[in-house]
């Protein structure tokens, strides 16, 4: 019989993925006129983790663009740093907002 190079030889190439990668969501932070930029700094390095430049980077990307990202996380992980940094900014009376958007 002569060589066919689509034989099945009975290998099994076909592969599984066992690992899951996580749907991830980005916390946006918006601009408004009223928040000051060193609590939005406060909020970057305290609740996202952020350097002080990287911060600072940060807020003033929202600042010039209307909107900057401040990183992304598990859905329940994103959800907890919008409603710590609304917690924040409502107890020091500032209308700062940060909203989720899936990666
Ligand atoms: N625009 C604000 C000001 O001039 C600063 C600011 C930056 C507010 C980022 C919100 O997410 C924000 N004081």
Redesign the pocket.
């Known amino acids: 019989m002569p060589h066919d190079p689509k034989a099945d030889h009975g290998v099994l190439e076909e592969t599984r993925d066992k690992t899951q990668k996580p749907t991830l969501y980005k916390v946006i932070?918006?601009?408004?006129?009223?928040?000051?930029?060193e609590?939005?700094v406060q909020v970057l390095e305290e609740v996202f983790h952020k350097t002080p430049a990287e911060a600072y980077r940060i807020?003033?990307q929202?600042?010039t663009q209307g909107?900057?990202i401040c990183g992304a996380y598990s859905h329940e992980v994103a959800e907890t740093k919008v409603a710590t940094t609304h917690d924040l900014a409502r107890r020091d009376g500032?209308p700062?907002?940060?909203t989720l958007e899936e990666e």
């Open positions: 932070l918006l601009n408004d006129d009223y928040t000051t930029m609590f939005v807020m003033m929202v600042h909107h900057g500032f700062l907002q940060a």
